[in-house]
């Protein structure tokens, strides 16, 4: 069920963003004059003369710019610039766009933005998630230190790539803190009273009472480093730390359980023959009742491939007797999903256990013990190590394509098409770390995005973190929990919703934070949009004492009351969000 809730989770994420871009206003005019459908200049206009002799101006101020400066300001103000990425959305707004074709850059943006969220599922879908259950698979793990460390891992990538991303920047801190904390009231109200709606029932008590309880601790550690202002060192590992205490503390409890249950088995049943796991009883019944059918598929005349034909069947995404049987939405997605499957099999090695020959490709995988490290060093750091040149003679990225080649020649001599090698294990680890960067690409593109059309339309990181960023990165969350809802599995819906978070929020402040300060950075500064954040972390609070404290009061039993008081909280919050980011709702001016 986990596997199958995974690939539910990332099918469904990425495919509604681009209705949201619609309905924002298109508000600025050609000429860039005040008027009632323009932007309201936020402080006196600057020449473009003048534009570098100010240090740090902020970036959104360049829609109250005339035109003809907007550009040049762009290129000059230090807060326009961007840390990491390979475009420059902004500069392209501006500078290559005529100003009377912003609507239709705004639009173009809009549908990049739709396609790296696509880009974002795919790979954590195919590639990401796969090749982490096979290294659980390698490593041996039980299903709850997998369920809560790489099934988690599967299941948060964009969210936890997205917030490393925003952490780069102060300015973009509160994007990230915008998105988890976003995240965390959408799926502790939305998604939890939606499944109460559709199907109540009764909440574990302990499960429930421990996720809660830790998900408060680590909300309430994260609000006291923003009441700080900066997170140190002690801080981010206190954060990581504490999601470590939280993995022990599900493994022991399970552990308890799991006793518990044998001994009173025992007890129950003293004079009864040795009785048979779950497991076990699964396997002799699958056994005894199921006829594997796979024979009968198999060729009459035996046929060896060659090399080239399994090279040419791997590379190809798409599987025809599905195309014929499925209907035209899902075609279509597919014929978006080729181009980036097509890449992704090019350049990411997948490992499956549950096949015979654990996915081996031969002329395939020895390609990509070529191709993959070369995208490694291309796509860390948006390719800055790629293109360092060794003693200003060799780049990096030759060296890496020499030595890939020479074991890929190597690999390719000592093993067969037939048979996976020994080391097949190995290609595993590199398929991780592959797609893992090939998100964390695409994620930066996506924080970048998000943040010129915060620029362009005057809003605040933290509110785009908390709608667009948000919505983008729970939508999976929302259909895949409701699904598992209406097919009789409400309590583990209910459960995912708070067992995710919880990994979210910790790894991604922890880790984020935590590779600033590895590049040297005493600490990290966290600079908050003003009232709004307290808003969104104090929302946040307030549902999961709501929580706590409604849940127990009705013996654990969830209801439609309940469920509809969740989703009326949310609606309130989110008003409450939107007229404090355009003024309405303000501190008194001292």
């Known amino acids: 069920m986990a596997s199958g809730r995974l690939k539910l989770h990332w099918v469904l994420r990425p495919l509604w963003v681009l209705h949201l871009l619609w309905v924002l206003p298109m508000v600025e005019t050609v000429t860039g004059t005040s008027g009632p459908l323009t932007w309201a200049h936020m402080g006196p206009p600057l020449p473009a003369s003048g534009v570098h002799q100010t240090p740090v101006v902020d970036c959104r101020d360049v829609c109250g710019l005339n035109v003809s400066d907007r550009c040049n300001f762009i290129r000059t103000n230090p807060d326009c610039h961007s840390n990491g990425g390979y475009l420059d959305y902004l500069d392209g707004i501006f500078c290559r766009f005529p100003p009377n074709l ?10 990049w933005l739709l396609y790296l969220f ?22 041996k793990l039980s299903h709850n230190v997998a369920g809560v460390t790489f099934l988690a891992f599967g299941n948060g990538a964009p969210d936890i790539f997205s917030a490393v991303v925003a952490f780069s920047d102060p300015h973009t801190a509160g994007l990230a803190f915008g998105a988890l904390f976003g995240a965390g009231v959408l799926v502790t109200t939305v998604v939890a009273g939606g499944i109460a709606i559709l199907r109540p029932f009764t909440a574990a008590s302990r499960p429930f009472l421990r996720d809660i309880v830790f998900y408060m601790a680590a909300v309430f550690l994260i609000f006291y480093a923003l009441y700080l202002g900066r997170v140190t060192l002690a801080w981010a590992l206190g954060y990581l730390g504490l999601y470590v205490f939280y993995v022990v503390t599900v493994v022991l409890c399970t552990w308890i359980y799991q006793w518990q249950r044998r001994r009173s088995l025992v007890y129950s049943m003293p004079a009864t023959p040795e009785v048979l796991s779950d497991s076990e009883e699964e396997r002799v019944s699958s056994t005894a009742n199921s006829y594997d059918y796979g024979d009968e598929y198999q060729p009459l005349l035996f046929y060896q491939e060659t090399t080239a034909q399994i ?6 995404p798409l599987d025809y007797r599905k195309w014929r049987s499925k209907p035209a939405p899902w075609r279509v997605l597919k014929v978006l999903k080729l181009p980036v499957e097509f890449l992704l099999l090019l350049t990411v090695p997948l490992v499956d256990p549950d096949k015979e020959d654990r996915n081996w490709k031969r002329p395939l995988n020895c390609l990509h013990l070529v191709i993959s490290p ?28 020499i030595v890939g080649t020479a074991l890929a ?9 037939s048979k996976p090698p020994r080391f097949h294990w190995a290609f595993a680890f590199l398929g991780f770390l592959t797609s893992a960067l090939w998100i964390n690409a695409a994620a930066t593109e996506v924080v970048n995005i998000l943040r010129s059309l915060g620029v362009v339309f005057r809003l605040s990181n933290t509110v785009l973190g908390l709608t667009l960023l948000a919505w983008g990165n729970s939508i999976g969350d929302v259909f895949s929990d409701f699904t598992l809802a209406r097919q009789g599995y409400p309590r583990m819906a209910f459960s995912a919703c708070f067992g995710g978070i919880i990994f979210n929020v910790l790894v991604g402040v922890g880790l984020g934070c935590l590779l600033q300060i590895s590049r040297g950075h005493p600490e990290v500064k966290l600079e908050p949009d003003g009232l709004l954040v307290w808003i969104l972390a104090g929302a946040l609070g307030l549902s999961l004492v709501g929580s706590l404290v409604s849940v127990p009061l009705q013996s654990f039993q969830l209801n439609k009351v309940y469920g509809s008081c969740l989703l009326l909280f949310y609606v309130s919050f989110l008003v409450v969000a939107l007229l404090t980011e355009f003024g309405v709702i303000h501190l008194p001016s001292v």
């Open 374 to 401: 070369l995208v490694l060093v291309l796509t860390l750091q948006s390719g800055a190590y790629g293109i360092y040149e060794i003693g200003g003679l060799f780049p990096v990225w030759g060296i890496v394509v």
């Open 118 to 139: 696509l880009i974002l599922g795919v790979t954590a879908e195919k590639f990401f998630c796969p090749n982490l259950s096979a290294i659980s698979t390698t490593l």
């Open 409 to 417: 020649a190597v690999t390719f001599f000592v093993t067969t098409n």
């Open 311 to 316: 090279l040419v069947w791997a590379l190809n």
């Open 102 to 111: 912003l609507p239709l850059a705004i639009t173009l943006y809009g549908f």
